[in-house]
C-alpha cells in the first residue's frame, strides 16, 4: 500500500513569520549572527532553526563557498523557512537537533539562537 505524505499545517508557523520575526526574532538573529562573525567559505548550523531567520541571514556571510545547515524538529516550520526568500541557499533538515543527520566536523559555526528552551 503506497501512503501519501500530507502537507504540514503552516497556520502557526506563518503567524510566528509575519508577528514575531519583523520585531523580535529577526532583529535578535541579525545580532547573533553578526556577533558569530562567519566569513565566506564556511559552514554555519542553525539548531531549532524554527522558520530559518537566522540560517537566511548567514547563508548571505558565508557566500562564496560557505554552507549553512538548519534543522527543527517542527516540520511546519522548516516548510514554511523552505518557502521564505534566502531558503534555497540553506540545507534544510527535519529533525532533533541532540540527533544531527550530518557527520561529525561538517561545521564551522553553530548557533542555536531560539531553541534552548525547547530542548
Given at each position: ?6 502537507a ?12 514575531m ?6 532583529p ?23 522558520t ?5 541571514y ?7 563557498g560557505?554552507?549553512?545547515?538548519a534543522?527543527?524538529?517542527?516540520a511546519a516550520?522548516v ?11 540553506v540545507?534544510w ?18 548557533l ?8
Open positions: 500500500m503506497a501512503t501519501t505524505e500530507t504540514p499545517d503552516t497556520t502557526a508557523a506563518q503567524a510566528f513569520e509575519t508577528f520575526v519583523p520585531t523580535i526574532f529577526g535578535w538573529s541579525r545580532l547573533i549572527v553578526d556577533q558569530l562573525a562567519p566569513k565566506p567559505g564556511e559552514s554555519l548550523l542553525d539548531a531549532a532553526c524554527g530559518g531567520t537566522a540560517a537566511r548567514a547563508a548571505t556571510l558565508v557566500a562564496p560557505g554552507c549553512v545547515g534543522i527543527d524538529i517542527d516550520m516548510a514554511l523557512g523552505r518557502t521564505l526568500e534566502g531558503a534555497d541557499a540545507d533538515r527535519v529533525g532533533d537537533a541532540q540527533a544531527l543527520p550530518w557527520d561529525d566536523g561538517t561545521f564551522d559555526v553553530v542555536c539562537a531560539q531553541g534552548y528552551q525547547f530542548f
